[in-house]
């Protein structure tokens, strides 16, 4: 679905106010309109600072916020519009830093909220699998030299690749796992949760990898390293993007936190095509419902 490209000022102008973003949220959710689950009144106030609607007949609250990445927050939604807004224009991921001076927030609050946003990004992505023609390898971040496997593991946490080739139009989506080991085991719920079964999957020969011709068509071939690159040479590319991004924005990223940043690069590389979009695709994906627990966010 085409999502229209918007413009900071038409950012300030379309929500500028905590009435107008909870109206964005409140159109999600109640597509037709308010509707009270108690009493069915379709008339309700907005209660700003609390992020409720009340029916304006049985005085009934819903919260507007409440399993979306804005639930429980303490922040204006005004700011959290504007934090999806800058995360989806700065080209290679905005900094907690410079978004807390953007916000007017401390460096932990914006910390916090780039990681719901990278989590709702996490979600959008979750939902689609990859497809046709499909190279897929590994890779090593972190560490004192990122790099293939073999260069010693210390300090690296491996990181498994898989991305579309078009043969006419060059990469289509990617999908990225870090991963503590790889192994069958990984590669396969990598496999399971990113791509479609049966497709035909280009991979180095690997032994773990050996588990992709359980459910896809695989094509394998011994690699020495510097021919890697003419057998697989889109995920090679990809890499070089993704750990560009890492070093250049974030100047190296806790290992602990790996995923939530494979997960912005994946998302901003998948619609790179539609840049322009990107702010209200980005703030669709904010105001769906997405299951934040514990687990995922502590
Ligand atoms: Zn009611």
Redesign the pocket.
């Known amino acids: 679905m085409k999502m229209p490209a918007v413009s900071l000022l038409e950012w300030q102008k379309k929500f500028g106010s905590e009435e107008a973003c909870a109206a964005e949220l409140a159109k999600v959710r109640w597509p037709d309109g308010f509707f009270?689950p108690?009493?069915?009144?379709r008339k309700a106030s907005y209660i700003s600072t609390r992020h409720l609607y009340q029916?304006s007949?049985?005085?009934?609250q819903v919260s507007i916020t409440a399993g979306t990445i804005f639930h429980a927050t303490k922040i204006s939604l005004v700011k959290w519009f504007w934090a999806i807004y800058l995360t989806a224009s700065d080209k290679g991921g905005i900094s907690a830093l410079r978004l807390a001076k953007h916000l007017g927030v401390s460096w932990l609050t914006a910390y916090r909220m780039l990681r719901k946003i990278r989590m709702a990004m996490a979600h959008r992505d979750s939902i689609y699998r990859l497809k046709g023609f499909i190279e897929l390898d590994d890779t090593y971040v972190g560490g004192k030299r990122s790099g293939k496997r073999g260069r010693g593991a210390e300090g690296k946490k491996p990181v498994l690749v898989a991305v579309e080739m078009h043969p006419d139009k060059g990469a289509g989506f990617t999908a990225m796992k870090a991963v503590e080991t790889i192994s069958h085991d990984t590669v396969q719920s990598f496999l399971t949760r990113k791509l479609l079964t049966g497709q035909k999957v280009k991979t180095d020969a690997l032994p773990a990898l050996t588990v992709v011709g359980t459910s896809q068509q695989h094509e394998k071939k011994i690699t020495p390293p510097e021919e890697a690159a003419k057998w697989l040479p889109m995920v090679h590319v990809i890499i070089g993007n993704m750990k560009a991004f890492l070093t250049g924005t974030f100047h190296g990223v806790s290992l602990k936190y790996l995923q939530e940043y494979l997960d912005e690069f994946c998302y901003r590389f998948n619609r790179r095509f539609w840049e322009p979009e990107l702010p209200m695709r980005l703030l669709n994906a904010c105001l769906a419902h997405v299951p934040v627990t514990k687990a995922e966010f502590g």
């Not at 007949?57 to 009934?60: A, Y």
């Open positions: 009270c108690r009493c069915g009144s029916c007949k049985c005085r009934h």
